[in-house]
């Protein structure tokens, strides 16, 4: 009797407790999705990402590159009033309060401090209108053409809306920014006294301590928009980014998208600037040494290098004088036949004429047209004119 009832106890059991799901099973996909690689910007992965959609506080990644590039994080700024108790998430700034633009940066970007957001556009541009302005032309610079911005926080605003492939564009260039990677990948910050007490901030972002290789960015809610995350790894040397719009499981998808893109793509290096082009110049005799500045990396699946094309133009013959770091030509490299980078070469040595070399150059000249005896004061004359040494 007894081992008869428990195994209907065990049975009970299995049929009440809630199913985990698998592993392998397919997250819902968010009413628009974009990854992209964050140094090139290629596009690896996207789904109605051209779909102009409210965005929520993931458009603090913008106001936050924006006060990153243009202010002193060390300069203190005092809270106005009307930042006092804005709507949504906040740190709770009060009137008068004193906290460096670093501090205000960590309460946007950790706690979505909408209050932060506020403070730190009315300090940059003076208004909440002349910020958003900022804002669009800052968009706009980094080819986010569908994408436009009324406020710095995200908050619900007529004509307030960017698209996946916008944000992810917005999210790409803010990742390569130093001072932003150290601020986004914070799991927490403690904020110094401004007259309302030290407060010590968790960032809200659950990807950082749910995904390999996670550093980044923000998160994002509101009624309107749904749930949105714009979210980065770093696996195997690649920085990705990812952004979802709108998703039933912001968190599931983005490493769901994240981990097939980082599967399918590898970063390969495509131009190596270790390399040095010789040049042959109008002195004879002489050559100038040249070479591009930067490697180039770009993200490949297999069977996709066959689709690059490397274009290096160089003149055939330098004319001197030439000096150090001095544009002598360009290296160009197509995929697909569309132009993903390009790059100036310039020269890494000091090349000039002497008087031997003029002299050799203008005796050469009427050899050519059949002179045969050319003065030695004509020569002195002639390399005086030329610009070579004087001849004693």
Not at 67 to 91: K, N, W
Request: with cysteine.
């Amino acid at each position: 009797m007894a081992e008869k009832f428990a195994a209907l106890l065990c049975a009970a059991l299995l049929v009440l407790a809630p199913c985990a799901p698998s592993a392998a099973a397919e997250s819902v996909p968010s009413r628009a999705e974009c990854v992209a690689e964050a140094v090139s910007g290629r596009v690896l992965y996207e789904r109605n990402a051209d779909e102009r959609l409210p965005m929520a506080s993931t458009t603090k990644i913008l106001t936050a590159l924006i006060v990153i590039e243009d202010c002193d994080p060390l300069a203190v700024v005092t809270v106005p009033p009307a930042c006092a108790g804005v709507e949504g998430s906040s740190i709770y700034l009060k009137a008068g309060e004193k906290l460096t633009v670093g501090d205000l940066l960590k309460g946007l970007m950790l706690r979505s401090g909408n209050d932060c957001a506020e403070a730190l556009a009315l300090y940059h541009s003076g208004s909440i209108e002349k910020f958003a302005e900022a804002m669009n032309a800052r968009a706009a610079a980094l080819g986010a053409a569908d994408s436009c911005f009324k406020n710095p926080h995200g908050l619900p605003a007529e004509g307030h809306y960017t698209t996946a492939r916008d944000l992810a564009r917005i999210a790409c260039a803010a990742m390569r920014n130093e001072r932003f990677r150290a601020l986004v990948s914070a799991k927490s910050a403690d904020l110094s006294d401004g007259g309302n007490g030290a407060r010590h901030l968790v960032n809200k972002n659950k990807f950082l301590s749910m995904a390999e290789g996670a550093n980044g960015v923000k998160t994002g809610y509101t009624k309107e928009a749904g749930r949105c995350l714009a979210a980065a790894a770093k696996r195997k040397g690649m920085q990705l980014v990812s952004v979802v719009l709108n998703s039933p499981d912001m968190y599931a998808r983005s490493e769901q998208i994240l981990s097939a893109a980082f599967e399918k793509y590898s970063e390969e290096k495509v131009f190596d600037a270790s390399k040095i082009y010789t040049l042959p110049t109008d002195a004879e005799g002489k050559f100038c040494r040249c070479r591009a500045a930067e490697d180039f990396y770009y993200p490949l699946a297999e069977g996709e290098r066959e689709k690059l094309r490397t274009d290096v133009l160089l003149p055939p013959r330098v004319r001197l004088p030439v000096f150090c770091g001095q544009e002598l030509g360009e290296v160009r490299i197509f995929f697909e036949n569309q132009l993903i980078f390009s790059q100036k070469i310039d020269s890494i040595d000091r090349v000039t004429k002497n008087w031997s070399d003029i002299l050799g150059e203008i005796a050469r000249r009427y050899v050519r047209v059949g002179v045969s005896c050319v003065s030695t004061n004509f020569l002195r004359n002639a390399a005086s004119r030329a610009g070579a040494p004087a001849i004693n």
